[in-house]
Nanobody, 121 residues
Framework: QVQLVESGGGLVQPGGSLRLSCAAS????????MGWFRQAPGKQRALVAA???????NYADSVKGRFTISRDNAKNTVYLQMNSLKPEDTAVYYC???????????????WGQGTQVTVSS
């Protein structure tokens, strides 16, 4: 069984920074992609940023130039560095991973438990 463990959320003032981490652990697997989604109250969960196995990245337009996604392959960990945070970035942030478990030909999607990010003065 694969688990995604997130950390790094919290309360920050507008203009501040936070770094989220998400570590995948458990059964052996290969990683197709990892990323971050967020869900604000009353809104649908939406992609923030993703990084695929080759290293290519994808960002939501609203975070381009402010957020950076990176990955430590040795630790099966993905990071989201969030700078110049705005109140509208307030949401629960969920880690997402598309993995292929060892011995399986199929990709599976996993979610973290979510971490709250609140941007407020």
């Amino acid at each position: 069984q694969v688990q995604l463990v997130e950390s790094g959320g919290g309360l920050v003032q507008p203009g501040g920074s936070l770094r989220l981490s998400c570590a995948a652990s458990g059964s052996s697997f290969s990683i197709n992609a990892m990323g971050w989604f967020r869900q604000a109250p009353g809104k649908q969960r939406a992609l923030v940023a993703a990084i695929i196995s080759g290293g290519s990245t994808n960002y939501a337009d609203s975070v381009k130039g402010r957020f950076t996604i990176s990955r430590d392959n040795a630790k099966n960990t993905v990071y989201l560095q969030m700078n110049s945070l705005k109140p509208e970035d307030t949401a629960v942030y969920y880690c997402n991973a598309r993995l292929i478990p060892l011995g399986s030909p199929y990709e599976r999607v996993y979610w973290g438990q979510g971490t709250q990010v609140t941007v407020s003065s």
